[in-house]
T-cell receptor, first 110, second 113 residues
Framework: QQPVQSPQAVILREGEDAVINCSSS?????VHWYRQKHGEAPVFLMI?????EQKGHEKISASFNEKKQQSSLYLTASQLSYSGTYFC???????????FGTGTRLQVTL | EAQVTQNPRYLITVTGKKLTVTCSQN?????MSWYRQDPGLGLRQIYY???????DKGDVPEGYKVSRKEKRNFPLILESPSPNQTSLYFC????????????FGSGTQLSVL
């Protein structure tokens, strides 16, 4: 079953903050975040691992609540370049397949 | 340049006419996978391959076939396309299935009339 993302869509003015949530019904080993700009391929942003390790983007932060099987992506002081669709992907084990969420469309305006 | 190459970028076809979407990667990755992207449903896995000659079904395999005869190539075959297969398709690869990062191709927008 796919992880569920919320909100489905959000519109921000440049400089505002946003939080995108990813929730799974399964116990998770890792959560991966990708951004897809319009007409382009998804691009890896960051990974959060069980136990607290994080790797990825310098300007974007995220959290991983292992007990609740939830992750949140924090976009602070948003820029126009942050516009796109954000996907979370989840793994239940070290070598299990990556299952992507339903996506969140983010639009940043002037 | 390290990349995943998909062709064609856009394809319009008619119901029942067999088609193949090609995918090639030049990073010597073991793992390759196909996804379809539909509004509100996100990215759903169609098929994946952990190595040459090893393929397995993903979450939505009905109506699709794949083959992995060489490490670099992983074509997606629609033997008899139907309108419900109209979608945006992505090929992706990574060093192995558990890798941190997937590398995606640029996508194929398929319309089946």
């Amino acid at each position: 079953q796919q992880p569920v993302q919320s909100p489905q869509a959000v519109i921000l003015r440049e400089g505002e903050d946003a939080v995108i949530n990813c929730s799974s019904s399964k116990a998770l080993y890792s959560v991966h975040w990708y951004r897809q700009k319009h007409g382009e391929a998804p691009v890896f942003l960051m990974i959060l691992l069980k136990g607290g390790e994080q790797k990825g983007h310098e300007k974007i932060s995220a959290s991983f609540n292992e007990k609740k099987q939830q992750s949140s992506l924090y976009l602070t002081a948003s820029q126009l370049s942050y516009s796109g669709t954000y996907f979370c992907g989840t793994r239940t084990g070290t070598a299990s397949k990556l299952t992507f969420g339903t996506g969140t469309r983010l639009q940043v305006t002037l | 340049e390290a990349q995943v190459t998909q062709n064609p970028r856009y394809l319009i076809t008619v119901t029942g006419k067999k088609l193949t979407v090609t995918c090639s990667q030049n990073m010597n990755h073991e793992y390759m996978s196909w996804y379809r992207q539909d509004p509100g449903l996100g990215l759903r896995q169609i098929y994946y391959s952990m190595n040459v000659e090893v393929t397995d079904k993903g979450d939505v395999p009905e109506g699709y076939k794949v083959s992995r005869k060489e490490k670099r190539n992983f074509p997606l075959i629609l033997e008899s396309p139907s309108p419900n297969q109209t979608s945006l398709y992505f090929c992706a690869s990574s060093p192995w299935q558990g890798s941190e990062k997937l590398f995606f191709g640029s996508g194929t927008q398929l319309s089946v009339l």
